[in-house]
Nanobody, 126 residues
Framework: QVQLVESGGGLVQAGGSLRLSCAASGRTSSYFPMGWFRQAPGKEREFVAAISWSTGYTYYTDSVKGRFTISKDNAENTLYLQMNSLKPEDTAVYYC???????????????????WGQGTQVTVSS
C-alpha cells in the first residue's frame, strides 16, 4: 500500500504561481507518483500532466502546456507540479495519482490509476 499526500495549494491571483508537491509514503519502493489530475466544481476529473519514471518524458493537457511543469525527485519519491501564469479556469482540486503496477502510456486515462491523494485546493482569483 502507498499513501499520497498533496500540498502546496492555496489562493493566488491570476498570473501568479504555485508549486504542488505529492509525497508518497508506505511501500514507496514500488509505487511511483506519476500523474496530476484536477477536478473543478461540477466537472469531471481531468488529466493535467504526467511523467514517465522510466524515461523522464513529460505529458500535458493542451490547456496547461507552456505554463505548468511536472517533475519528480527520485530519491524522495515525490512528484511536483510547478504552475505559472495561473488563470481563473485553473481553479480546481488537484490530485496526484499512482498506477500500480507501474506502466507507461495512456497517461490521461484516470481509470488506469489506482491510488490517489486526498487533493489540494487551488483557487485563482481574477
Amino acid at each position: 500500500q502507498v499513501q499520497l499526500v498533496e500540498s502546496g495549494g492555496g489562493l493566488v491571483q491570476a498570473g501568479g504561481s504555485l508549486r504542488l508537491s505529492c509525497a508518497a509514503s508506505g511501500r514507496t519502493s514500488s509505487y511511483f507518483p506519476m500523474g496530476w489530475f484536477r477536478q473543478a466544481p461540477g466537472k469531471e476529473r481531468e488529466f493535467v500532466a504526467a511523467i514517465s519514471w522510466s524515461t523522464g518524458y513529460t505529458y500535458y493537457t493542451d490547456s496547461v502546456k507552456g505554463r505548468f511543469t511536472i517533475s519528480k525527485d527520485n530519491a524522495e519519491n515525490t512528484l511536483y507540479l510547478q504552475m505559472n501564469s495561473l488563470k481563473p479556469e485553473d481553479t480546481a482540486v488537484y490530485y496526484c495519482a499512482v498506477r500500480f503496477p507501474y506502466s507507461d502510456g495512456n497517461y490521461g486515462a484516470s481509470d488506469t490509476y489506482n491510488y490517489w491523494g486526498q487533493g489540494t485546493q487551488v483557487t485563482v482569483s481574477s
